[in-house]
Each structure stands twice: as structure tokens, then as C-alpha cells.
């Protein structure tokens, strides 16, 4: 079965994160039938990783003076500036805002990344206050096209009612602005006119559509673009372990019907990472565009017309950053001028986080949207935040799909987990100034363990896989190994007492790592996770 993880939020009414419930408190819907709880872990935001046992050269003596690891990351933050988009005094507010967030928050447990729609600016995930600032620094706004006043002046909203939505009253908008411009003169009944599908092109329209035609395929062209990006980063945060959220900032960008699929592409991908998108609208307070105004001209009912484009096309733009925030498990943080605010709301996380697994029941293999609402039983004016939904396998995954999914869940997640219990030790020999052989040695113990019955033995196979992470979260890299038991009796009982030894080795350079080692069995599907931190000098 397809197991779904469910992160929930609970918080009291003052706002504070709850950490004290339990599995039986909570209550989980699929597509409104209710599921069983099948698994059930909090998580503490900024829990360090456990420090293992780590000996040198093999001895039992400590490592050498300075090998205390240094705190390992359990906590991603990508700030993402939509720089195509955003006004240049909206950008040097938020920026300034984001500039005091990171400052505060960047910890020794915490990694931040900036990058922009644009691609033009980024810093990588550090813990490096200079890199990040140097960063914000040289953020300004790129928009793609040209930011001079052309006359008509037609916006990205306007051009899609114009050409792909066939609207007239758009389109006689557009020609009154080009004839007030060119002192031109549109007769009284032109919407009337532009209705008439038998009728000839009037002089000016071929010059207003083919403005129109350039504003679309410029919109087009950003929103995807931001799309991207987001699906890159989505891509990129992906192997990190722990928490991990975007923040966009942005005024918004309009997303037409084509641009859907990949919006829900964007979320679906978020979704099985368990990254949060979060969405800080840097416009803060709702106004229409105060410059609209200086670029009407003509009658009092044309301007009026024009002033209902210019506020419908900036509510449109929002409807993306609600949206991806939704659909994600995030918070939109909008109509509201404290952008210190919003960006401790969105970049600091909660103290607990509740992790539900269900298997669905009866899942039909289609790909498609299922709706999850979570509540909590005597919920004491308790206000949920959950995932809201997931998207259904579009085939039924065999076994050795599944197991292979479970465990490279496991491995990039912070979570301890307990079914089968093992001992983690760690050893390093150097071997030279710029390198060093790691040993992750795993006790097992398999008292536990269910096993099947096949030809008089007891079958059982342990998958055990060893990973390696850098001080900043990155992957290095894992070694998977397996272990397949067909055991007389005899034996059985003599591993049993002893449990098994496995022993994964690593070259490394010198510096700070996280090792993560994940135990699956395939009969009972038992799952251990351990963490362990070392610095090899």
C-alpha cells in the first residue's frame, strides 16, 4: 500500500505550536471517508542529530581533540524573489525585511538560500550571513520587457481577454487608448462595432492587436518561467533532510489555463518532498497600482473601464501565491504592510510538527486529486494547518517500488525511527592531510522480526542503507547493502542472540557530516532510522 504523510500544525489560541497530543486525538478524512492512522511521529523543529559513538583509527579512544561535530542542519530556508515582477520599491521593502529575518534566524541548525525568477542573482544554501546579504544586495528589478509607456498601454490581463478570450469591450478599451494617444477619433458605438463578426478591421486595430500579441507572449513567457524556477528549486531542495520551505516573494503573475498543469506539477512534487511554499505578497496592503492613473487618459467611462482592468488584473496576479500556498501545506501572508512580519511568520517554523501516515484504502489508480481534512478531537479552540491533499499513483507500485520509495524517504527525513532496534557506532582512520576512511558500523538486533517459512528455513532479507551528508545538508552519497537470511532454526536462534554486525565504509576529506542509516526488513516491513554527526579533523 501507498503510504501518505500528513505533516499537521496545532496551535493554541495565543499561536504557540501544541506538542502534547497524541495519536488517538487526531482524526484523518480522504476525500471525506475517514482513514487509520497507521503511523504517527512529532517532530521538534532544531533537534540536532544524535552524536554516535565515534573512535580513531579503530581504537576505543576518543577522536582527536576538535572532532566535537559541529550542528548539523536540520532546518532549509530558500527565499525566492520574483525580481521579473516585483516594482523596485517593493522589492527594497521586502528586501530589508527578509535582510533583519535571516540575520535573527540564521542559526548553527539553519541553511538559507536566495535566489530570483530571474536567475540572475543566487546564493546557495549557507549558514554564511555575508554570502546571503551580499546576495540581497544586488537584488533589484529585471523585468523581461520593455518598461517604457507604449500607448495603448495593455497589460497581460488585458491582451488575454483581447485575443484569447475575443472580449470587445477589452478591445474597444485598447483602440480608445490608441486613438486618445494618436489624436485619433473611435466612433461612439465601437463596442458595438467590434462585435459585428461580418465587419471589415478598423485602421487602428491591427496596431493595437499586434501590441496585444507582444504583451501575451511576454506574460506567457514570465510565468512559466517563475514556474520553473519554482520547479527547479522544488528539484533542488528535494535531498535535503529536515524541514524544508520556500518563501516567494512577489506581487503575483497571472496564470492562464495553460499554465495549470504545471502549477500542479509545481505542488505535486512539493508535496511528496514535504517542502512548503510559502507566499509573502510584498505589495502588502491592497491598492490598485498608483501609476494606473497617470497613464489614462480620454472620456470619464473609458478611464473607468481601464481603472476595472488595471484592479482585476492585480487580484488575478494574487490568486498564484494562494494558491501554491495551499496546495502545499504553506502560509500566504498578504494585505498587510509589516513585511518583518510576514517573514518571521513565514521562515520561522513551528516547535512541533505532528506526522500522520495513512494507507489509503480502495485507491483508485488514476492520478488524481484527493482532498485530506485533519481535525482534532476536543479541539479547545485549537486552529489546524495540514497538507490538504495529495495526488493519487496513477499505477499500483510492486513491492520492491515500495520499499524503494519508504527507504529513500527515510533517508533524506530527520526522524527516529524504532522497529528494529540497532546500535550505530562510527570510526575514522586518517589517511593523509586532505583525507580520511569512515567506518558506519550497525548492530542489529533482529529478536523482533517476523519470519517467513520457506523449505524448513526462516527467510527474512534486511536492506541497510548508509548516507552521507555535508554540514549544509547537501547529499554525498549512500551505500545500500542487503542481508538475506534462510536460517535452520538453529541457526536462527543463534543470530537471535547475537544480532548482526554490518560495516559501510566512506572515503571523506576532512570537515563536518551527518551520517544517516536506514534498516527495512521485507517480511514484516519494519522500518529503524539513526542519526549520526562527526567532524573528521
Known amino acids: 500500500m501507498n503510504l501518505v504523510s500528513v505533516p499537521v500544525i496545532v496551535r493554541d489560541p495565543q499561536g504557540h505550536a501544541v506538542g502534547t497530543l497524541r495519536k488517538e486525538d487526531f482524526q484523518l478524512f480522504d476525500q471525506g471517508k475517514p482513514q487509520t492512522i497507521s503511523r504517527f511521529s512529532i517532530e521538534k523543529a532544531d533537534t540536532p542529530a544524535t552524536v554516535a559513538a565515534i573512535t580513531q583509527g579503530g581504537s576505543r579512544n576518543p577522536a582527536v581533540s576538535g572532532s566535537t561535530p559541529a550542528p548539523t542542519p536540520t532546518r532549509f530556508v530558500a527565499y525566492l524573489f520574483d525580481d521579473v515582477h516585483l516594482s523596485f520599491g ?34 546557495d544554501f549557507t549558514n554564511d550571513g555575508a554570502a546571503l546579504n551580499a546576495a540581497l544586495s544586488a537584488l533589484q528589478p529585471r523585468p523581461s520587457g520593455d518598461t517604457h ?163 482585476e488584473s492585480q487580484l488575478r496576479d494574487q490568486d498564484v501565491l494562494a494558491e501554491l500556498a495551499d496546495g502545499t501545506g504553506g502560509t500566504y501572508f498578504h494585505n498587510n504592510n509589516d513585511l518583518s512580519l510576514g517573514f518571521r511568520r513565514l521562515a520561522s517554523p513551528p516547535e512541533f510538527v505532528y506526522v500522520l501516515g495513512f494507507s489509503p484504502r480502495n485507491e483508485k489508480m488514476d492520478g488524481s486529486f484527493h482532498a485530506l481534512r485533519v481535525t482534532v478531537t476536543n479541539s479547545r479552540d485549537l486552529t489546524l494547518q495540514a497538507r490538504q491533499g495529495y495526488y493519487a499513483p496513477s499505477r499500483a507500485a510492486d513491492s520492491q517500488e515500495e520499499a524503494k520509495r519508504e527507504i529513500g524517504d527515510a533517508l533524506f527525513s530527520r526522524e527516529e525511527l524504532t522497529g528494529i532496534p540497532i546500535d550505530l557506532q562510527l570510526q575514522f582512520v586518517s589517511l593523509g592531510d586532505t583525507s580520511a576512511r569512515l567506518a558506519v558500523l550497525a548492530h542489529l538486533n533482529v529478536k523482533g522480526l517476523r519470519f517467513g517459512r520457506t523449505d524448513g528455513r526462516n527467510d527474512n532479507t534486511l536492506t541497510i542503507t548508509s548516507g552521507l551528508f555535508d554540514n549544509d545538508g547537501n547529499y554525498i552519497g549512500a551505500i545500500q547493502k542487503t542481508v538475506e537470511m534462510r536460517l535452520l532454526d538453529k541457526t536462527l536462534d543463534r543470530v537471535q542472540a547475537s544480532g548482526i554486525n554490518v560495516r559501510t565504509d566512506f572515503d571523506v576529506a576532512p570537515g563536518s557530516y551527518v551520517v544517516r542509516l536506514v534498516v527495512r526488513d521485507s517480511e514484516g516491513q519494519t522500518m529503524a532510522a539513526r542519526n549520526g554527526a562527526f567532524e573528521i579533523p
Do not use: W
Not at 533583519?100 to 540564521?106: M, N
Not at 505542488?267 to 514535504?274: G, T, V, Y
Open 149 to 311: 509607456i507604449v500607448c495603448p498601454d495593455i497589460g497581460y490581463y488585458q491582451a488575454d481577454l483581447m485575443l484569447n478570450k475575443h472580449d470587445p469591450r477589452a478591445l474597444a478599451t485598447a483602440i480608445q487608448e490608441f486613438d486618445a494617444c494618436t489624436g485619433g477619433r473611435a466612433p461612439p458605438d465601437l463596442e458595438e462595432k467590434l462585435r459585428d463578426q461580418t465587419r471589415f478591421p478598423l485602421p487602428e486595430e491591427a496596431s493595437v492587436r499586434a501590441t496585444a500579441f507582444g504583451v501575451l507572449q511576454l506574460g506567457d513567457r514570465d510565468s512559466r518561467l517563475a514556474l520553473q524556477i519554482l520547479s527547479n528549486m522544488v528539484r533542488r531542495m528535494s535531498p535535503l533532510p529536515g524541514a524544508k520551505s520556500i518563501v516567494l516573494v512577489s506581487q503575483g503573475f497571472l496564470l492562464l489555463p495553460d499554465h495549470r498543469l504545471e502549477e500542479s506539477e509545481v505542488m505535486d512534487s512539493a508535496l511528496r518532498a514535504n517542502i512548503a511554499i510559502n507566499s509573502l505578497n510584498a505589495r502588502g496592503l491592497f491598492t490598485v497600482d498608483p501609476d494606473a492613473s497617470a497613464k489614462l487618459r480620454g472620456s470619464s467611462e473609458f478611464m473607468f473601464t481601464k481603472s476595472e482592468y488595471v484592479r
Open 90 to 123: 517593493d522589492l527594497v521593502r521586502a528586501r530589508d525585511a527578509a535582510r533583519l529575518q535571516i540575520a535573527e534566524s540564521l542559526a548553527g541548525n539553519t541553511r538559507a538560500a536566495v535566489y530570483t525568477t530571474s536567475g540572475l542573482t543566487t546564493a
